[in-house]
């Protein structure tokens, strides 16, 4: 019982968080939307770790929580926005069939998947096996056997991101 | 005594020589002075030709040596192989094919030295001849092609060329667009064609290899006899091709407006060779036409309506390309009529002799432009005759060949499709007796048509006075009388390689082996009595009608085409306009469709509110145009809206 | 331990992932759309760490791991890109960004 | 060593990349950075060579220690070859096209390389998570080309579009791979396939779900419609050497992939039978982008735009030839991919990457504008560029001997050999289509030949590495389109190893280990299932797990 109740306040988190990233009214400014998605993002670890997934939780605050907040907070800073350099806003008719029609397919994809998962349980896992599923170890070992090859193209992927933000933001000349 | 390996090589040097002529004069333009440009452009064809014949007396003394010898065939490498699909690129010599392969090359190569001084002031003078050359490689991979899919080839490749060449002057944007028309309405033959060889291919399990499925259609338990829907289908899809290339009712409208090029290229290609593709083809497949009497009969009728038509139209043009374009038009009736009748052997002889009366006739009309420095107007025109007495005489003679004067070769052939339409019926009679005598009567009328209009053309062209004073006509250079003269001879004499007299027709003998397997469907019901007597009314067609112009144009009645024009105002202007034909096409089809694309690229660009907004309330109106406007694509946030719209509707859909 | 049926967590992922969608689809203002981005990445992992968790299969938090590092690669040309658009536009108002239209 | 033999025509792409990076490094900053383009298109050549001759040696090599994450057989071979000449063609068309466009920068060769290098990764994957990383490699690194001449508003804007909507694609992509997981418990996607054709999986909602977001994804990435709206803008938008690698990589990686996935996972008989079948939507799918790719391209003005539609309406016609699956080879189990669609894509790249090359030579002096009207005349500025461009989109309009006419020859009939009795219809839309289209194409050729400019004219770039690269296509296009055979015969074996086969696989002996490779024979080839061939310990669990699911007693057992 505890565990629902923390897996819906969690949820009602996660969810305010997204939305307060995506509705306008919360976040006309970028940086409030940054912190709303910081929200998101740390209550996300605590749904990962009720998952098991221990090692993810700590990344997902390390990467997402860290990194990538960093990255949009000195986005935020270096562009340092006002209001003006938006024209009115527009709520168009596309707009808003696109946004009718996601909502539509989550609630068409929610009956469907649950539907076909009402009867799925979830593996029990021995207690030998649950302190160490998720962890450092059990992804590690699966990071360098079976997920070897991707992890280390990971590498390419992200020298290509580097390249790439630098031939985008560099003003003249070559890659220096 | 020519072996057959050696008739194998000369294939190949009659195919490729124009080839090699094309990619010299088309990738050195700017090296070759004018005279090697010429000398290549003219000698490579010329070579074809010679090869030709040469082919030809190798293959009599095979003949003669082996009766049963029909063809020789050269494979060259196999082409595509995949799935049950097997082609070769193969060349294939039969007597059909050298009869197309001689006219092709060797009218081509009198047009190509005739283009010598025609185009001597052109600054594209290469580029003229590479085309040209290309045309000729392409026209004789047509004709000589093995398969199905090489003719098609070939069908493309004169399309293009003709495109490339309609369009040659194209500082002038009609004519770039003539050019434009006339290979969209060819593709939309060719759509006929490519669908009727996959119908072949799998409804019929046929082969495209022309002599392989002719042995299959031997065979009367194959499904060709028992599926006699789809080999109408198949025919028709055929024919359609055909009336794209050949200028048939419905889709001639391009090849008036073909004459905007060249007039040696309208000599070449729209008179005596690539129009001639699509009467070519039925002859060819004969074998699979007279398997379906319903697609006989349609090809039969869509030639004599194109025939009399095109005639009418004829009767009052006044450009003289224009006249000669709707005289093609109609004598290309006459062959699909004589080849829907499944006289095969009267279409490729009137083919033959149209040939050469009509290539004379352009070029004799290109010699008169060229005289009159580039007036085309016969109205403006008169008394050329003794200005330009050689090119009077060569008109002259063609004209009359074309009339159908007795002893002329337009005589004889269109004698015996006029025969043909009326004394040949298919064995299976299951179309209506009574098509025979509307065949007949129509291709009679326009018999008598042909016979007005093409002697109004001369009387206006060259008796009488000059009616422009400004002009200062002169007879053309050597190397274009030369041609004329050449032509006009073949035009006065070819007929007698056809003459009505049983077992001395020269022409049906060399031709027997290849139409031995469609003529056995065909009775004939006629006899010979009726053939000279058909002979006698044809005379007096002929020279009725050219009593009737000479009276109408240079005799007493010379105020009647005038009142004529007064009292039936509505026929003459619905003649004029050619019916309204291009402009009911504008209307059904060329509007619509560019209206709809127009019409989706608003409602993409400017969204659904657009529509709604038309009868909306004022005040909405207003907004939504606003809203309409910011809409219009290029938002890049539209976009992933509508990604989202495609996926939502996906997954409605499937879920 | 899990009692929480699998249906939940995918509607919670799916939610994510409609919200960020929504955003992306929405939002003017590139920063907030990368963002949007971010959270569509977050539900699919979500969903993914569930279904493992259902299938007691440890392996695919690998997937995730490496999700998560392309998401960030993401990130990184995302807002690179923003910025050059604020140099060469003075916005990175999205709307603005539709001169190539038809 | 066999797996990284077999692996290097895609390690090749990448060395290339990092090789060219360092050179631009090293070469200082005022240099001119043209000879990077030689050296990547060397690179990415070699690339290709290596592929052609792992196939050529007739070895169907898998990667036991990669555990099954790479299957590189004739169908990768096939793509991974045209992807290295487009990527080549594209790399030689930078060489000058930049300089004159005022791109200044060395780092544009080492992101080419790497979007090949992510392409091939990219067709050659087999799990769902090293396709993903194929994906997101040769995206990115496009992104970042597409917006790489910074002075241009349109550039900019085509890479901000481009990324928008193409990490949404991903987001769909991964969305649609974690519910495949979800459904079958692997990322494999011949497990994938295997778990969802038993009858039990098969069009459970998981699976529907995933169909439809991978569908989606990939339709993006091909420009089906709809979700095309990117492409016009992107290719208009883009430097024309990008664009031209977009239509030509992209599209063929896309294809690549979309048929190998839809059939290997969801290829059953019912495959493309009725309209909700996998196959009835791409048919959907392929008859709209037809539909409409070429209608709008009759209403465009500028030729880049032109070339997009028209490679959307090409979109149609491929995926007509992905619904229509072959009947596989005689005695076999299953279907196989329709042996036309390999020969097509072959066609269309060589032809667009060829069209667009030409119009890369036409932007001297920053010229940027690439309407109808700044084409004009160019068949009397330049006739071998005219020459080119006609070729090339005559080829792309399907005339005869080209090689875009053999192309729709074969493909449309092998449509309508899958189905006689109801393709034949689509056929004839087809056909209908690619006649529609040729108003547009023809517009171009009478551009270039029968117009003078009323306008600036675009100026000619004068550029060795660019010619000789679309010449190479101009010549490409002529000789295969009079020559086919080889092509076909290549298309074909490709396509008969485009559906990663499992019933084979459960048939064959399990697992030599580290053994060399044995020259196998060359006909045919087998198809080998490698997931678990080497079994690390820790990957017990996993199999079973898979195995417990769905082999149940077929399967290899696990030692």
């Known amino acids: 019982m505890a565990e629902q109740i923390v897996f819906y306040i969690l949820a009602t988190g996660v969810l305010l968080g997204a939305l307060a990233v995506v509705v306008p009214p919360f976040a006309r400014n970028p940086l409030h939307a940054a912190v709303a998605l910081l929200t998101t993002f740390s209550l996300m670890a605590g749904l990962f770790v009720m998952l098991s997934a221990h090692l993810l939780a700590i990344l997902q605050i390390v990467v997402y929580a860290g990194a990538v907040m960093i990255l949009f907070v000195f986005a935020i800073m270096l562009l340092n926005l006002r209001k003006q350099d938006f024209s009115p806003a527009k709520i168009t008719a596309w707009k808003i069939l696109g946004a009718a029609a996601a909502f539509l397919i989550a609630t068409r994809i929610a009956m469907v998947a649950g539907a076909a998962v009402s009867t799925h349980t979830a593996v029990d896992l021995s207690l030998e096996q649950y302190s160490t599923f998720g962890s450092v170890h059990d992804v590690g070992i699966a990071l360098a056997t079976k997920y070897l090859l991707p992890f280390e193209i990971t590498a390419i992927l992200l020298l290509v991101a580097v390249i790439g933000a630098l031939v985008v933001t560099r003003r003249q000349g070559g890659l220096r | 005594m020519i072996k057959e390996t050696t008739i194998q090589s000369l294939l190949y040097v009659i195919v490729f020589a124009p ?12 090296v070759l002075s004018r005279r090697a440009v010429s000398i290549i452009g003219v000698g490579l064809p010329a070579i074809s030709f010679v090869a030709t014949v040469l082919a030809l007396v190798g293959f009599l003394g095979l003949r003669s040596a082996d009766p049963t010898y029909t063809a020789v065939s050269a494979s060259l490498f196999s082409w595509i192989v995949s799935g049950p699909i097997s082609v070769d690129f193969a060349l294939w010599l039969d007597p059909l094919s050298i009869v197309m392969t001689l006219v092709v090359t060797g009218i081509g190569s009198l047009i190509h030295l005739y283009s010598v001084g025609y185009m001597h002031d052109d600054p594209s003078y290469a580029r003229y001849f590479s085309h040209l050359n290309l045309f000729l490689f392409s026209m004789l991979l047509l004709v000589l092609g093995r398969s199905l899919l090489l003719l098609f080839v070939g069908w493309e490749g004169v399309g293009l060329c003709s495109y490339l060449l309609i369009g040659f002057w194209f500082d002038d944007m009609d004519k770039a667009i003539a050019g434009k028309k006339a290979f969209i309405v060819n593709r939309i033959g060719d759509f006929g064609f490519l669908i009727a060889m996959f119908f072949l291919i799998f409804a019929l399990g046929g082969s495209l290899d022309i002599p392989s499925l002719r042995a299959m259609v031997a065979d009367p338990t194959s499904i060709f006899h028992s599926n006699t829907a789809m080999v109408t289908a198949v025919t028709l899809l055929l024919f359609l091709g055909a009336t794209g290339k050949s200028a048939q009712i419905p889709l001639y409208i391009w090849l008036p407006d073909a004459m905007a090029g060249p007039t040696p290229v309208s000599a070449l290609i729209h008179a005596a060779t690539m129009v001639t593709a699509g009467v070519y083809m039925i002859a060819r497949l004969n074998f699979l036409y007279v398997l379906s009497p319903v697609s006989m009969a349609v090809v039969a009728t869509v030639g004599a309506l194109t025939a009399i038509f095109a005639a009418s139209i004829g009767l009052v043009q006044n450009d003289i390309k224009k006249v000669l374009a709707y005289s093609t038009v109609s004598q290309l009736g006459y062959m699909v009529l004589a080849v829907g009748v499944g006289a095969f052997g009267a279409g490729i002889f009137h083919l033959m002799t149209h040939a050469f009366f009509k290539a004379c006739l352009f070029l004799g009309a290109g010699s008169v432009i060229h005289a009159m420095a580039g007036e085309q107007d016969i109205q403006k025109m008169g008394g050329l005759r003794k200005k330009m007495p050689i090119t009077h005489i060569t008109f002259l003679i063609s004209t009359m060949a074309i009339a159908g004067v007795p002893l002329l070769s337009g005589f004889f052939s269109k004698d015996e499709i006029l025969f043909s339409a009326l004394a040949l019926q298919h064995s299976s009679g299951t179309v209506a007796p009574w098509l025979n005598k509307l065949w007949f009567g129509l291709a009679i009328g326009a018999a008598l048509m042909t016979a007005i209009y093409m002697f109004r053309l001369y009387f206006l062209t060259f008796s009488g006075e000059l009616r422009s004073p400004d002009a200062h006509p002169h007879e053309s250079p050597a190397s274009m009388t030369i041609p004329l003269i050449v032509l006009a001879t073949g035009a006065a004499l070819a007929g007698y390689l056809g003459l009505p007299i049983p077992g001395k027709n020269l022409l049906h003998n060399w031709l027997a082996p290849v139409f031995a397997g469609g003529a056995s469907a065909i009775n004939n019901t006629g006899s010979h009595t009726l053939e000279y007597a058909l002979m006698g009314v044809s005379t007096v067609v002929a020279l009725a009608g050219i009593g009737l112009a000479w009276a109408l144009y240079r005799g007493p009645w010379q105020h009647v085409p005038a009142k004529l024009q007064e009292s039936l105002a509505g026929l003459y202007k619905t003649l004029v306009n050619k019916y309204y034909v291009d402009e009911a096409y504008n209307a059904v089809v060329v509007k619509p469709l560019i209206g709809g694309s127009k019409l989706l690229h608003r409602w993409v660009d400017a969204g659904l509110i ?21 809409l219009a694509t290029g938002d890049v946030q539209t976009y992933a809206a509508i990604f989202a719209i495609g996926v939502v509707l996906l997954v409605l859909f499937v879920m | 331990m899990t009692n929480i049926p699998l249906s939940h967590w995918l509607a919670l992922a799916t939610a994510l992932f409609a919200i960020g969608t929504i955003g992306v689809i929405t939002r003017r203002n590139m920063l907030i759309a990368l963002m949007s981005l971010e959270i569509m990445l977050n539900g699919v992992g979500l969903a993914f760490l569930a279904f493992a968790r259902f299938r007691g299969d440890v392996s695919v938090h690998a997937a995730v791991f490496i999700v998560m590092a ?14 050059a658009m604020y140099r060469n536009n003075g916005s990175i108002d999205l709307d603005q960004a539709s001169r190539l239209k038809g | 060593m066999s797996d990284i033999i077999a692996f290097s025509p895609v390690l090749l792409a990448a060395i290339t990349g990092l090789i060219v990076m360092v050179l631009d490094l090293l070469s200082g900053k005022n240099t001119h950075k043209g000879f990077l383009g030689w050296v990547t298109a060397v690179g990415l050549l070699a690339s290709g060579t290596a592929a052609c001759l792992l196939w050529v040696g007739g070895r169907e090599i898998s990667l036991p220690f990669m555990v099954g994450m790479v299957q590189f057989d004739t169908y990768g071979a096939f793509f991974v070859t045209l992807i290295a000449i487009a990527g080549a063609a594209s790399s030689l068309l930078i060489v000058d096209h930049n300089p004159e466009q005022g791109i200044h920068d060395g780092a544009t060769y080492p992101l080419v390389a790497f979007a090949t290098f992510g392409a091939m990764l990219f067709v050659v994957a087999t799990d769902m998570i090293l396709l993903f990383l194929g994906l997101e490699i040769m995206s990115l690194a496009l992104y970042v080309l597409a917006a790489s001449k910074q002075t241009s508003p349109f550039s900019m804007e085509a890479g901000v579009k481009y990324f928008l909507l193409g990490a949404l694609a991903s987001g769909f992509f991964l969305f649609g791979a974690a519910f495949l997981y979800g459904a079958t418990g692997s990322l494999d996607f011949v497990t994938v396939g295997r778990t969802i054709q038993d009858a039990a999986a098969h069009g459970s909602g998981l699976s529907k779900v995933a169909l439809v977001m991978i569908i989606a994804a990939l339709g993006f990435k091909i420009a089906a419609v709809p979700f095309h ?7 208009e938008g883009s430097p024309t050497p990008i664009s031209a690698f977009m239509a030509g990589v992209v599209k063929a990686a896309g294809f690549a992939v979309l048929a190998r996935m839809m059939l290997t996972i969801w290829g059953t008989a019912e495959f493309s039978s009725g309209w909700q079948s996998p196959g009835g939507i791409l048919l959907i799918l392929a008859v709209i982008s037809m539909v409409v790719g070429n209608i709008m391209g009759i209403v465009q003005d500028n030729v880049k735009r032109i070339l997009a539609y028209s490679s959307i ?24 991919l329709n042996s036309g669609v390999p020969f097509y894509l072959l066609t269309y790249v060589l032809a667009t990457v060829g069209a667009f090359g030409v119009l890369a030579l036409m932007g001297g002096q920053g010229h940027e504008d690439m309407s109808l009207d700044s084409i004009a005349g160019l068949g009397k500025r330049s006739p071998i560029l005219a020459l080119i461009l006609t070729i090339s989109v005559l080829s792309l309009a399907g005339i005869p001997p080209l090689l875009g006419f053999m192309g729709k020859f074969v493909l449309f009939k092998q449509v309508l050999l899958a189905d006689p009795d109801r393709n034949w219809v689509w056929v004839v839309v087809a056909v209908l289509n690619s006649l529609v289209a040729l108003y547009y194409y023809l517009r171009i050729v009478l551009y270039v030949y029968f117009r003078e400019p009323e306008g600036e004219a675009a100026p000619i770039i004068k550029s060795n590495a660019g010619l000789f690269a679309v010449s190479t296509m101009a010549v490409l296009v002529l000789l295969l389109g009079v020559f086919p055979g080889k092509a076909i015969d290549a298309s074909n074996q490709a396509s008969h190893h485009a559906v990663l086969s499992i019933t084979e696989a459960q048939a064959a002996p399990a697992v030599q280990q580290e053994s060399a490779p044995t020259p196998e024979p060359k006909q045919p080839l087998r198809l080998r299932q490698v997931d678990g061939l080497k079994v690390d310990p820790s990957h017990i669990p996993i199999i079973r797990r898979a195995m417990e699911l769905k082999l149940r007693d077929s399967g290899p057992k696990p030692k």
């Open chain 4, 313 to 336: 309406s090409h979109a149609g016609y491929i995926l007509l030839g992905v619904y229509a699956i072959g009947l596989g080879e005689p005695g076999a189990v299953g279907i196989s």
């Open chain 2, 19 to 30: 080839l090699i002529g094309a990619i010299i004069n088309g990738v050195f333009p700017r």
């Open chain 2, 610 to 630: 657009d529509g709604i907004a038309v009868n909306g309330p004022a005040k909405a109106l207003a907004y939504v145009g606003r809203t309409a406007r910011r």
């Open chain 3, 70 to 83: 392309v998401a960030a690669a993401e990130v990184a040309i995302g807002l690179a890109l923003a910025i």
């Open chain 4, 229 to 235: 709206f990117w492409t016009p803008d992107v290719y």
